[in-house]
């Protein structure tokens, strides 16, 4: 099996980074296809989190290979923060951590215009996390973006700046203030821009190498399916292709080595940021989720809205993606629910035909378990209850569950 692939089956924040760790112990490679630092991946290890944003979370297991892909768009600052972090961890980077010389790069002026751009929009606001990735994506397909590999030319990478800049001030977007933050913000780029250079090389290459000498690779997908910016809720999505199709183009791959799917799926739904949102729960039960869930952003700490398990946009994830298998996670956040209801469909249609704003939920309730679960071993360890709930998710999406997640605890993971 030479690649095997993690994809987020909702608005993301499905916990992928947790199953991607698990999974990273048998991986000899993970990589990233697609995103920047608007990701976060969090593993918890005893009493330590760890917050990762774009250097894969196989960089937790210590054989294990990190390869940032040309589909993603980088923040040199960013991570050069996360390095820093690991380091003093006392994780090894050395000849571990491979960033795609042909991934594009975000400066601070893109996190700058990224700002402005969500700050004017008012209530229309999408929800982005303002480090730059829409408009660093913007000029990646204008093809007016600067990739890694430019960063060895400083000379050229200061003419760019010097000419952005510009057109920012001739837009009216920087005042004084901002101009005082950019010149900070500028010297910790060119900062970073050096320290970042040691780990740059021809991915595709490299990636290639591993695949014809039968290694294990995992491809690491962030945010969600229905973030993808064109199967996801638009025009609330993200600027990327989060979806499984992407991991070629993300990677630099055929569709050959694609060996299996695995789809993420958190056992309620959440979503951060505003645009529809179907099953939300805005009583004392979705308080109670975002509560025992913790639920706040990884990357921003927002709120996360709470709701039922919407298995309408479940098959719908699947059937895009192709899903091999699912893994299903935070299933312990519903221990202490009485009833629980799983979304069958639409009564007025499917998306994306429909607007999802207009959605009419269908659904069916479940009884809760009412217990702890604790470390099970096997499928059915677990309460009847929760062999029901997990075995109706799996007859809705029409695909088979092969690892649940019960706990925070990086070996609370239970393979079915």
């Known amino acids: 099996m030479p690649l095997q692939a993690v994809i987020g089956a909702q608005w993301g924040d499905e916990g992928k980074g947790k199953i991607v760790d698990y999974l990273g112990r048998q991986s000899d ?17 005893g009493t330590e989190e760890t917050i990762l944003h774009q250097i ?20 040199p600052v960013g991570l050069v923060q996360e390095m820093t972090m690991l380091q003093q961890r006392g994780i090894d980077l050395a000849g571990r951590v491979h960033v795609s010389l042909l991934a594009h790069v975000v400066t601070p ?53 010097k000419q952005r800049r510009q057109s920012l001030q001739n837009c009216g977007i920087l005042n004084d203030t901002n101009t005082r933050i950019l010149e900070d913000d500028l ?36 945010q969600g399916t229905l973030l993808d910016v064109d199967f996801g809720t638009y025009p609330y999505v993200t600027a990327s292709n989060t979806v499984a199709g992407n991991i070629c183009t993300g990677l630099g791959i055929g569709p050959q080595w694609i060996d299996a799917i695995i789809g993420v799926f958190k056992a309620y739904t959440t979503r951060v940021g505003a645009g529809p949102f179907p099953t939300e729960l805005t009583d004392s039960i979705g308080a109670y989720l975002q509560e025992t869930g913790v ?36 299933l312990d956040v519903l221990n202490s629910l009485d009833r629980l209801k799983i979304c069958t469909g639409y009564r007025n249609g499917d998306f ?64 079915v």
Request: hydrophobic share 40%; proline share 4%.
């Open 295 to 330: 639920e706040f952003g990884a990357t921003t700490r927002r709120r996360r809205r709470c709701g039922w398990f919407d298995a309408a946009l479940g098959r719908y994830a699947a059937m895009i993606n192709g899903f091999t298998s699912l893994a299903i996670t935070k």
């Open 187 to 222: 010297e910790q780029f060119y900062a970073a821009v050096d320290k970042i250079l040691p780990y740059v090389e021809d991915t595709v290459r490299l990636i290639h190498h591993y695949l014809q000498s039968g290694r294990q690779i995992l491809a690491e997908g962030a």
């Open 56 to 75: 894969p979370t196989g960089i937790l297991r210590p054989n294990t290979h990190c390869l940032l892909g040309n589909g993603m768009v980088i923040d």
């Open 352 to 415: 994306p035909a429909i607007d999802l704003s207009q959605a009419e939920p269908e659904y069916i309730e479940l009884p809760g378990w009412q217990q702890t679960i604790e470390n099970p071993r096997t499928f059915v360890d677990l309460p009847l209850a929760a062999q029901r709930y997990l075995r109706t998710i799996e007859e809705l999406i029409g695909v088979k569950i092969a690892l649940v997640s019960f706990g925070r605890e990086r070996e609370q993971i239970l393979v």
């Open 109 to 161: 002026l893109h996190k700058l215009l990224d700002s402005y751009q969500e700050e004017n929009l008012g209530v229309r606001a999408i929800g982005t996390t303002k480090r730059g990735i829409g408009p660093c994506y913007t000029d990646k397909v204008s093809r007016s973006g600067l990739r890694i590999r430019d960063l060895k030319e400083h000379h050229k990478l200061e003419n760019d700046l």
């Open 29 to 45: 490679m993970v990589a990233r296809f697609q995103g920047g630092a608007n990701a976060g991946h969090t593993i918890l290890i």
